[in-house]
C-alpha cells in the first residue's frame, strides 16, 4: 500500500488557537482524508512547540510554572482540533521525553559530522517571532508583526553550517526533487536562498527552558537547541526517529503544509538541516497564505483572534471547515470578514449543498419511494458536467488547490439546481402517460446520482455531514424514509 506522510506545523503553546491555526490543520486533513479515501497509508501529524522564551516568559507572566502552562493550552489546542474534526495520527508535544530523545540525537548526527561550529552571536531577537532579526527589516525601530522592541543579545551560540548546503538545497529545488507550491512561492525560496542567508544559531545560551544541547565539552544545560532547530526535528519525532518502525515506513515527508511566515526555516533551513543529517527530503512543501481580520495580521501577541471553537459553536465542525475554505485561494492572502459568514453559510450551505440533498432525496423517496431502477439511463448532458468536474476537482487537489476543488463540487450543485427547476418533476409527477413518467425516470436517476457524486466529493471536506447524507441516502434507496423525515444538513440561519 502506498503511503502518504502529511505534516502541520506545530503551534507555540503561548496562547489559545485561532482561526488561521485551525485553516492549516482543516487544509491538512482534508487532503489527509482525500488520500485514505484513495486507499493510502496515511500518517498525519500536529502538535504543539513547547519551549523558548516566549513561552517561558508568558508561564512567568501567568505566574505558573512553564510545564504546567503548556500542558494546559496543549489540551486546548487538542479539544479545539477534536471539534473541527480533524484526524491526525499523532500530535506531537515538544516537552515530550520523545522529542527530547529525537531532538537531542539529530542535532548530535549533525555535530559529529562536523556541521556545527561555536560561534558568538551579537544582533537582534524577537521573542514574538522566536527569531533573529534584522535593524533593517524594523519599522519605527520596532518588530512590524509584534509592534515589539527586539532584545539586544549578545551570547555563546553554537552555528549550523547551512551555507555549505544551501547550492544541493538549490539545486533539488529547481530540479523540482522538493517541491515547493505555489510557484511564487518557490521563487521567494530561491530569493532567500540567493541573498547571501548567513549560517543560523541553533543553541541558545540564556533560554533555559529548552531540550540541553549535548556536547562532550558543554556541561550540561549549558546550551539548549533553539527552539525552531528543535521545533523542525517534531517531523521527525512523529515516526519515533532514529529507530522506530514508522519512521522505516513513513519517512519522508509526502507533503508538508505550512503558513507563509514560516517559509524561510522550512524550505531553506530544514531541507539543509536534513541534509547534514543525511536523511532524504520531504517530497512537497506547501505553503499557504495567512488571513487578516480588517487588513490586520492575525496575531496572539496583538490580540485581534477568532477563536474557531466560536465558530463550530455557531456553525457546526463542518460548515466551520467549509466557511474557512471557501473564503479565498489558498496560495494568497486573504482578508476574513466574519460577518460574512452567516451569509455564504446559508447560500452555499442551506440553500445550496443541504437543499439540493434534501430536495432529491425528497422527491426519489415521494415518486418511487427510493427505487430507481439502475438500468435507467441518467441525462448525457449533466452527466458530461460531473465528470468535467470531477477531472477539475482531482487537478485541483493534486495542486492542493482546495478552493479550485470545491467551486467544481458546487459547479455540479448549481448545475443539479438549474437542472431541476427546469425539468420540473413535479409537473411530470402529475402525468401518467408513459412518456412523462419515463422522463421521471431519468431525471430521478440523475439526481441520485449527482447527489451520491456530490457527498463523495464533499466527503473530505465535511466529513460528518457527508456521514449523515450517505446514510440517509442509504435509507432512502431501502426505501425507509417517511412521510416527514428531513435530513436536515445544514439549519438556515
Ligand atoms: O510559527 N493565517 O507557530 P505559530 C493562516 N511554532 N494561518 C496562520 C495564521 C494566519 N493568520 N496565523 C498562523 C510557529 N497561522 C512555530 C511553527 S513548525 C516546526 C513550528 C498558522 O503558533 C500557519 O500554519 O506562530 C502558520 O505557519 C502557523 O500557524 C504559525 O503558528
Avoid at 220 to 241: C, H, M, P, R
Wanted: charged letters at 30%; one cysteine or more.
Amino acid at each position: 500500500m502506498d503511503k502518504f506522510y502529511i505534516t502541520t506545523p506545530i503551534y507555540y503553546a503561548s496562547g489559545k488557537p485561532h482561526i488561521g491555526h485551525a485553516f492549516s490543520l482543516i487544509y491538512a486533513d482534508v487532503l489527509a482524508r482525500w488520500q485514505k479515501k484513495k486507499g493510502k497509508n496515511v500518517f498525519f501529524t500536529a502538535g504543539t512547540d513547547e519551549h523558548g522564551a516566549k513561552i517561558a516568559q508568558k508561564a512567568e507572566d501567568a505566574k505558573i510554572n512553564p510545564q504546567e502552562f503548556v500542558d494546559e493550552l496543549a489540551d486546548i489546542y487538542t479539544d479545539t482540533w477534536h471539534a473541527l474534526g480533524i484526524e491526525y495520527s499523532d500530535f506531537i508535544r515538544t516537552t515530550s521525553a520523545r522529542h527530547k530523545k529525537s531532538a537531542q540525537e539529530f542535532f548530535k548526527k549533525i555535530d559529529e559530522a562536523g556541521d556545527i561550529y561555536e560561534g558568538e552571536y551579537e544582533g537582534l531577537y524577537c521573542v514574538g517571532c522566536e527569531n533573529f532579526v534584522l535593524e533593517r527589516n524594523l519599522k519605527d525601530g520596532l518588530c512590524p508583526d509584534h509592534k515589539t522592541v527586539p532584545q539586544k543579545i549578545k551570547e555563546k551560540n553554537f552555528f549550523f553550517n547551512l551555507k555549505k548546503y544551501l547550492p544541493e538545497v538549490k539545486e533539488k529545488i529547481i530540479k523540482g526533487e522538493i517541491k515547493i507550491s505555489p510557484e511564487s512561492r518557490k521563487n521567494e525560496t530561491l530569493s532567500i536562498i540567493e541573498s547571501n542567508i548567513g549560517d543560523f544559531s541553533v543553541t541558545r545560551e540564556s533560554v533555559k527552558w529548552g531540550i540541553p544541547f549535548l556536547r562532550s565539552d558543554l556541561s550540561a544545560g549549558e546550551q539548549t537547541i533553539y527552539v525552531w532547530a528543535e521545533a523542525l526535528v517534531n517531523y521527525l519525532t512523529a515516526l519515533d526517529y532514529p529507530n522506530g518502525e514508522k519512521f522505516k515506513i513513513f519517512w519522508p515527508p509526502d507533503l508538508q503544509v505550512i503558513g507563509a511566515e514560516i517559509n524561510k526555516f522550512h524550505t531553506v533551513f530544514w531541507p539543509a538541516l536534513l541534509l547534514a543529517a543525511k536523511l532524504p527530503l520531504p517530497r512537497e512543501i506547501f505553503i499557504h497564505g495567512l488571513f487578516t481580520i480588517d487588513g490586520q495580521k492575525i496575531s496572539k501577541t496583538i490580540g485581534n483572534v477568532i477563536d474557531p471553537l466560536d465558530l463550530v459553536e455557531k456553525f457546526g465542525a463542518d460548515a466551520t471547515r467549509y466557511l474557512l475554505l471557501s473564503q479565498f485561494p489558498a496560495a494568497e492572502h486573504g482578508d476574513v470578514k466574519a460577518e460574512e459568514f452567516v451569509a455564504k453559510y446559508n447560500s452555499d450551505l442551506a440553500n445550496g449543498a443541504g437543499n439540493l440533498l434534501e430536495r432529491s432525496c425528497k422527491m426519489i423517496s415521494d415518486y418511487r419511494g427510493g427505487k430507481i431502477k439502475s438500468e435507467i439511463k441518467i441525462d448525457g448532458g449533466v452527466e458530461k458536467i460531473i465528470t468535467e468536474a470531477e477531472e477539475k476537482y482531482e487537478k485541483s487537489l493534486n495542486e492542493r488547490n482546495l478552493f479550485e476543488a470545491l467551486d467544481a463540487v458546487f459547479h455540479i450543485i448549481k448545475t443539479l439546481d438549474v437542472y431541476i427547476n427546469e425539468k420540473k418533476p413535479w409537473e411530470l409527477n402529475k402525468k401518467e402517460d408513459k412518456k412523462s413518467q419515463d422522463n421521471l425516470d431519468e431525471i430521478l436517476a440523475t439526481l441520485l446520482d449527482g447527489i451520491k457524486k456530490v457527498s463523495d466529493l464533499l466527503e473530505p471536506f465535511m466529513p460528518a455531514k457527508i456521514k449523515q447524507a450517505k446514510d440517509y441516502i442509504a435509507k432512502l434507496e431501502n426505501g425507509e424514509i417517511k412521510e416527514g423525515d428531513r435530513l436536515g444538513l445544514f439549519p438556515r440561519m
